[in-house]
Nanobody, 124 residues
Protein backbone atom coordinates (compact mmCIF):
# COMPACT_ATOMS: atom_id res chain seq x y z
CA UNK A 1 0.00 0.00 0.00
CA UNK A 2 0.95 3.60 -0.53
CA UNK A 3 -0.03 6.50 1.69
CA UNK A 4 -0.19 10.03 0.28
CA UNK A 5 -0.36 13.16 2.42
CA UNK A 6 -0.91 16.60 0.90
CA UNK A 7 0.07 19.91 2.45
CA UNK A 8 0.50 23.52 1.46
CA UNK A 9 -3.07 24.57 0.83
CA UNK A 10 -4.57 27.74 2.23
CA UNK A 11 -6.16 31.08 1.52
CA UNK A 12 -4.53 33.38 -1.01
CA UNK A 13 -5.53 36.46 -2.93
CA UNK A 14 -6.04 36.38 -6.66
CA UNK A 15 -2.71 36.68 -8.44
CA UNK A 16 -0.88 35.01 -5.59
CA UNK A 17 1.03 31.75 -5.44
CA UNK A 18 1.04 28.52 -3.47
CA UNK A 19 3.07 25.35 -3.58
CA UNK A 20 1.36 22.09 -2.73
CA UNK A 21 3.35 19.09 -1.59
CA UNK A 22 2.43 15.42 -1.54
CA UNK A 23 4.55 13.07 0.54
CA UNK A 24 4.38 9.38 -0.25
CA UNK A 25 5.16 6.52 2.11
CA UNK A 26 4.85 2.76 2.03
CA UNK A 27 5.40 0.91 -1.23
CA UNK A 28 6.39 4.04 -3.09
CA UNK A 29 7.88 2.15 -6.00
CA UNK A 30 4.26 1.44 -6.97
CA UNK A 31 3.80 5.13 -7.74
CA UNK A 32 4.79 5.13 -11.36
CA UNK A 33 2.81 8.21 -12.35
CA UNK A 34 1.82 10.93 -9.89
CA UNK A 35 -0.98 13.37 -10.48
CA UNK A 36 -2.94 16.25 -9.03
CA UNK A 37 -6.70 16.58 -9.31
CA UNK A 38 -9.11 19.14 -7.89
CA UNK A 39 -12.75 19.24 -6.94
CA UNK A 40 -14.79 22.37 -6.43
CA UNK A 41 -18.08 22.28 -4.49
CA UNK A 42 -20.83 20.69 -6.54
CA UNK A 43 -18.48 19.76 -9.38
CA UNK A 44 -16.70 16.65 -10.52
CA UNK A 45 -13.08 15.91 -9.77
CA UNK A 46 -10.94 17.37 -12.56
CA UNK A 47 -7.47 16.57 -13.78
CA UNK A 48 -4.87 19.26 -13.07
CA UNK A 49 -1.45 17.78 -13.82
CA UNK A 50 0.55 14.56 -13.86
CA UNK A 51 4.20 13.57 -14.06
CA UNK A 52 6.15 10.49 -15.04
CA UNK A 53 8.25 8.43 -12.65
CA UNK A 54 11.49 10.05 -13.76
CA UNK A 55 9.99 13.53 -13.71
CA UNK A 56 11.05 14.04 -17.29
CA UNK A 57 7.52 14.19 -18.67
CA UNK A 58 4.72 16.35 -17.36
CA UNK A 59 1.16 17.03 -18.47
CA UNK A 60 -1.00 19.98 -17.45
CA UNK A 61 -4.65 20.72 -18.01
CA UNK A 62 -5.32 23.56 -20.43
CA UNK A 63 -6.96 25.57 -17.65
CA UNK A 64 -3.70 25.71 -15.66
CA UNK A 65 -1.09 25.54 -18.40
CA UNK A 66 1.45 28.31 -18.02
CA UNK A 67 0.42 28.98 -14.42
CA UNK A 68 0.88 25.63 -12.63
CA UNK A 69 3.92 23.36 -12.72
CA UNK A 70 4.14 19.80 -11.46
CA UNK A 71 7.47 18.37 -10.31
CA UNK A 72 8.72 15.50 -8.18
CA UNK A 73 11.71 14.65 -6.00
CA UNK A 74 12.04 10.87 -5.90
CA UNK A 75 14.74 11.02 -3.24
CA UNK A 76 12.14 12.60 -0.94
CA UNK A 77 9.19 10.61 -2.33
CA UNK A 78 7.42 13.93 -2.83
CA UNK A 79 5.53 15.51 -5.69
CA UNK A 80 4.86 19.24 -5.88
CA UNK A 81 2.39 21.54 -7.59
CA UNK A 82 3.59 25.08 -7.96
CA UNK A 83 0.61 27.37 -8.56
CA UNK A 84 1.16 30.92 -9.79
CA UNK A 85 -1.26 33.65 -10.90
CA UNK A 86 -4.06 32.02 -8.96
CA UNK A 87 -7.65 32.84 -9.86
CA UNK A 88 -10.85 32.52 -7.84
CA UNK A 89 -11.89 29.68 -10.15
CA UNK A 90 -8.90 27.69 -8.91
CA UNK A 91 -10.65 27.37 -5.54
CA UNK A 92 -11.09 23.67 -4.80
CA UNK A 93 -9.89 20.75 -2.76
CA UNK A 94 -6.69 19.51 -4.38
CA UNK A 95 -5.91 15.80 -4.32
CA UNK A 96 -2.66 14.00 -4.93
CA UNK A 97 -2.87 10.60 -6.61
CA UNK A 98 -0.56 7.82 -7.72
CA UNK A 99 -0.89 5.03 -10.24
CA UNK A 100 1.02 1.95 -11.26
CA UNK A 101 0.12 1.78 -14.93
CA UNK A 102 1.69 4.42 -17.15
CA UNK A 103 -1.43 5.27 -19.11
CA UNK A 104 -4.58 7.41 -18.96
CA UNK A 105 -2.94 10.18 -16.98
CA UNK A 106 -6.06 12.39 -17.15
CA UNK A 107 -8.50 9.74 -15.91
CA UNK A 108 -9.09 9.88 -12.16
CA UNK A 109 -10.56 6.36 -12.03
CA UNK A 110 -7.27 4.97 -13.33
CA UNK A 111 -5.34 6.08 -10.23
CA UNK A 112 -4.65 3.57 -7.50
CA UNK A 113 -3.79 5.74 -4.50
CA UNK A 114 -5.22 9.02 -3.21
CA UNK A 115 -4.45 11.53 -0.52
CA UNK A 116 -7.03 13.13 1.72
CA UNK A 117 -6.94 16.47 -0.08
CA UNK A 118 -5.94 20.00 0.82
CA UNK A 119 -8.14 23.08 0.48
CA UNK A 120 -7.07 25.94 -1.75
CA UNK A 121 -9.15 29.11 -1.58
CA UNK A 122 -8.46 32.07 -3.84
CA UNK A 123 -10.18 35.31 -2.93
CA UNK A 124 -10.98 37.99 -5.47
Amino acid sequence: QVQLVESGGGLVQAGGSLRLSCAASGRTRSNNVMGWFRQAPGKERDFVAAISRSGGSGLHADSVKGRFTISRDNAKNTVYLRMNSLKPEDTAVYYCAGKVVNADWRISDSYDYWGQGTQVTVSS
